[in-house]
């Protein structure tokens, strides 16, 4: 099992930056994509990028650009960084594992809050 622990959200002014990190334990990412969600209030989940094993990413095109995922296998986490920020980007983040033979979503974090301020 991958167990999955986002942090580094909170608030910040438009055009500003944030990083978020998401830490694994249970197993590595080596075998499995990881993706970012985020859920703004009264949205549906919505897809924001993945970086897949093989190191490929791809991005929502709201975040491209803007946003890029990282991973640190030393430290067996995820990196979300988030720049020129603006207040449609204000949502809980998730962090995710994906099996990437079915393509199924299987791991979530808890998620962690963003607030963008105008």
């Known amino acids: 099992q991958l167990q999955l622990v986002e942090s580094g959200g909170g608030l910040v002014q438009a055009g500003g930056s944030l990083r978020l990190s998401c830490a694994a334990s249970?197993?590595?990412?080596?075998?499995?994509?990881m993706g970012w969600f985020r859920q703004a209030p009264g949205k549906e989940r919505e897809f924001v990028g993945r970086r897949n094993r093989s190191g490929t990413t791809v991005y929502a095109d709201s975040v491209k650009g803007r946003f890029a995922i990282s991973i640190d296998n030393a430290k067996n986490t995820v990196y979300l960084q988030m720049n020129s920020l603006n207040p449609e980007d204000t949502a809980v983040y998730y962090c995710?594992?994906?099996?990437?033979?079915?393509?199924?979503?299987?791991?979530w974090g808890q998620g962690t809050q963003v607030t963008v301020s105008s």
């Open positions: 249970g197993r590595t990412f080596n075998n499995i994509d």
């Open positions: 995710a594992g994906r099996n990437p033979y079915y393509g199924t979503y299987e791991f």
